[in-house]
């Protein structure tokens, strides 16, 4: 069992940076992957970026070039650096491990919330 918990959230401008962290419970060196997901009030979850074990990493269309996501086995930590943030970033930031299959995984974190104002 491996617990997940998210801290980094809160609120900022337009613009501005921020990195969340998600800090695991124990080893996160054999989980396959890890990934950030994000909510905003009245849409689905939606994959936001995604690294595996080997280090290769996908984002979704719309954080390309602003997120980046990165995992120190380490310090059981996953981090997700978000720059020129926008309102649409606005939601809250969930994180995963064990990927079992597209959006299916073994552990998720409570979530953050991050709130971009304009």
């Known amino acids: 069992q491996v617990q997940l918990v998210e801290s980094g959230g809160g609120l900022v401008q337009a613009g501005g940076s921020q990195r969340l962290s998600c800090a695991a419970s124990?080893?996160?060196?054999?989980?396959?992957?890890m990934a950030w997901y994000r909510q905003a009030p009245g849409k689905q979850r939606e994959l936001v970026a995604r690294?595996?074990?080997?280090?290769?990493?996908n984002y979704a269309d719309s954080v390309t070039g602003r997120f980046s996501i990165s995992r120190d086995n380490t310090k059981n930590t996953l981090y997700l650096q978000m720059n020129s943030l926008k309102p649409e970033d606005t939601a809250a930031y969930y994180c995963?491990?064990?990927?079992?299959?597209?959006?299916?995984?073994?552990?998720w974190g409570q979530g953050t919330q991050v709130t971009v104002s304009s």
């Open positions: 995963s491990a064990g990927q079992i299959y597209g959006s299916n995984w073994l552990y």
């Open positions: 124990r080893s996160i060196f054999n989980l396959n992957a």
């Open positions: 690294i595996t074990s080997a280090g290769t990493t």
